[in-house]
Nanobody
Framework: QVQLVESGGGLVQAGGSLRLSCAASGTIFGINAMDWYRQAPGKQREFVAAIASGGSTNYADSVKGRFTISRDNAKNTVYLQMNSLKPEDTAVYYC????????????WGQGTQVTVAS
């Protein structure tokens, strides 16, 4: 089983920055990709960013140019650097992991809260 633990959320003023981390542990049969999702109150969960094993990245249009996803393979950790934060970025942020066997793991019940004050 794989466990994912997010951290780094908090309260920040609009225009500020935060760096989220998601550490994976447990029995991991390689990591193909790690993604970030978010869910704001009363809204559907939405994709934010993804990074593949080769380092290629993909972003939601709403965060392009402001957020940067990166990973440390040695630590099984993915990061999300969030700059120029907006109130609409307020949400609980979650990460997912796709392993080498095609399994997807997530932590929908945990996440880390990001609150951006206007």
């Amino acid at each position: 089983q794989v466990q994912l633990v997010e951290s780094g959320g908090g309260l920040v003023q609009a225009g500020g920055s935060l760096r989220l981390s998601c550490a994976a542990s447990g029995t991991i049969f390689g990591i193909n990709a790690m993604d970030w999702y978010r869910q704001a109150p009363g809204k559907q969960r939405e994709f934010v960013a993804a990074i593949a094993s080769g380092g290629s990245t993909n972003y939601a249009d709403s965060v392009k140019g402001r957020f940067t996803i990166s990973r440390d393979n040695a630590k099984n950790t993915v990061y999300l650097q969030m700059n120029s934060l907006k109130p609409e970025d307020t949400a609980v942020y979650y990460c997912t992991l796709q392993d080498g066997l095609g399994n997807t793991f997530h932590s929908w019940g945990q996440g880390t809260q990001v609150t951006v004050a206007s």
